[in-house]
Nanobody, 131 residues
Framework: QVQLVESGGGLVQPGESLRLSCAAS????????MAWYRQAPGKQREAVAA???????YYKDLAKGRFTISGDVSKDTVYLQLSGLTPDDTAVYYC?????????????????????????WGKGTLVTVST
């Protein structure tokens, strides 16, 4: 089993930045990709960004130009740099991971990278953007 622990959430003002971190432990040595999702109050969880073992990054439109995913999947760590935050970014941000190459399969099939979902999930870290 793989455990994922997020950190770095908090309260920020609009326009500010925040860096989220995620560390995997347990049987994490075989991870193929790590990702970030978020769930805003009253809304469904949505994908944000992902990174695979070869360093390839994937973004959903909501993240392009403002958020940056980085890290080293082989070292079980991933980060999400959030910039230009707005109140609409208020959400619980979840770290996720998979080791069955779901992202690769999605890409080969011409589907979005998050099409097959993730296998492992953290408990989330809350980001609140407010004045």
């Amino acid at each position: 089993q793989v455990q994922l622990v997020e950190s770095g959430g908090g309260l920020v003002q609009p326009g500010e930045s925040l860096r989220l971190s995620c560390a995997a432990s347990g049987d994490a040595g075989t991870l193929h990709a790590m990702a970030w999702y978020r769930q805003a109050p009253g809304k469904q969880r949505e994908a944000v960004a992902a990174i695979s073992t070869d360093g390839t990054t994937y973004y959903k439109d909501l993240a392009k130009g403002r958020f940056t995913i980085s890290g080293d999947v082989s070292k079980d760590t991933v980060y999400l740099q959030l910039s230009g935050l707005t109140p609409d970014d208020t959400a619980v941000y979840y770290c996720a991971a998979e080791r069955t190459k779901r992202i690769d399969t999605a890409q080969i099939m011409g589907n979005p990278w998050d099409y097959y979902g993730m296998q492992f999930w953290g408990k989330g870290t809350l980001v609140t953007v407010s004045t």
